[in-house]
């Protein structure tokens, strides 16, 4: 049997750790966006409705905080909550076969190749059905991630699926998760009666997903790294993994967080203030994989992590350059407004 305290089976472990959170598939941390996430969607099934949708802008964190959602769920209802997760594609034109083959396979579903379009939605229906069964509370979720490509024959088609759980005495719930445009699609759909029938199912809830914004927004984002427990079965942290000696001395993350933010605000353009910082979970996990493997390289039990260590690692993340173009996209939307307010 190998030594478990093998130095090389530790650096092998680490690499795998790292490699794992560079993938963003380690695990899913929980953030204060994330929590109000976890209570819109945890009121939409409690009210009872059949969909609702999350916005925000890109990179913001929208599919793993979805993830996180959906494995916190069932622990707030204290029950399983079957789902299905779409990552839906762009489509040069609307087809309802390639629509529901398409969901069938994201399903592991053995035929999803086979048959008709009508065959498919039929397939597709019992497939979600048959879990709804399964749930205490006669329940499915639909994830659609990019919601902003649906189309509005996909919009009834989902409606004609929706309807059709219904009828067997359950519900289908739809969490179309999604980039800005959704949002405006959704507010511009509310205006024409031919879209009551799915505005009213799936388009009155939603719910805007924020990223990371104040130094406690950090602060509580780092102590859940500190926190969590991977892989579980190691029993130790998942920091602890990479500097075991100085997490026996009490180093943590969280004590970063005014050198985390100092350096995401550092690299925001100058007129910006703390109350406009955006950090997306994307350039934080970018940052911390090189912050906590620069650490690792001098782990000891007196060891004190350099003052400009979080600075170099957020600047290696190129975030600087995320937020010159919020900036300048703002403002080209300001010139726009400006300039359709002069030809009014």
Not at 19 to 25: A, E, K, P, S
Not at 113 to 130: H, I, Q, V, Y
Not at 246 to 274: G, H, I, T, Y
Not at 297 to 311: H, I, M
């Amino acid at each position: 049997m190998a030594n478990p305290l093998d130095p090389t089976l530790t650096a092998a472990l680490r690499r795998r750790l790292a490699l794992q959170l560079m993938t963003g598939r380690a695990f899913q941390i929980k953030t204060p966006a994330t929590v109000e996430y976890l209570k819109a969607t945890h009121n939409w099934l409690s009210m009872g409705v059949q969909g609702g949708y999350v916005h925000a802008r890109s990179r913001t964190g929208k599919t793993f905080g979805t993830r996180w959602v959906l494995v916190s769920l069932p622990v707030l209802l204290d029950c399983a909550i079957p789902y299905l997760e779409i990552p839906l594609r762009d489509q040069v034109y609307d087809s309802e076969r390639a629509f529901f083959q398409f969901m069938l396979q994201c399903a592991c579903h053995p035929l999803y190749a086979k048959g008709s379009s009508g065959d498919k939605r039929d397939r597709l229906s019992r497939w979600l059905l048959a879990r709804a069964r399964r749930s205490r509370i006669g329940t499915v979720v639909l994830v659609i991630d990019e919601a902003q490509l649906l189309s509005d024959h996909h919009f009834q088609w989902l409606l004609d699926i929706s309807n059709e759980i219904e009828a067997g005495g359950y519900r289908l719930f739809c969490l179309l998760v999604g980039q800005e445009p959704l949002h405006a699609r959704a507010q511009n759909m509310t205006r024409y009666a031919e879209f009551e029938p799915i505005v009213a199912r799936f388009l009155i809830c939603h719910h805007e997903l924020s990223a990371m914004r104040t130094e406690q927004d950090l602060s509580m984002c780092l102590e859940q790294f500190d926190r969590t427990l991977y892989p579980v079965e190691s029993g130790k942290t998942f920091v602890e993994n990479f500097v075991p000696e100085a997490w026996a001395q009490d180093f943590r993350l969280a004590s970063c967080a005014p050198a985390f933010f100092s350096a995401f605000r550092s690299q925001a353009p100058v007129e910006k203030d703390a109350q406009e910082l955006d950090i997306p979970m994307a350039f934080l996990a970018m940052a911390l994989l090189q912050f906590i493997n620069a650490v690792a390289g001098f782990d000891s039990p007196t060891a004190l992590v350099p003052q400009d260590t979080a600075r170099r690692a957020v600047e290696n993340t190129n975030y600087h350059l995320f937020m010159n173009a919020r900036a300048a996209q703002a403002d080209s939307v300001g010139e726009s407004s400006s300039a359709a307010r002069r030809r009014r």
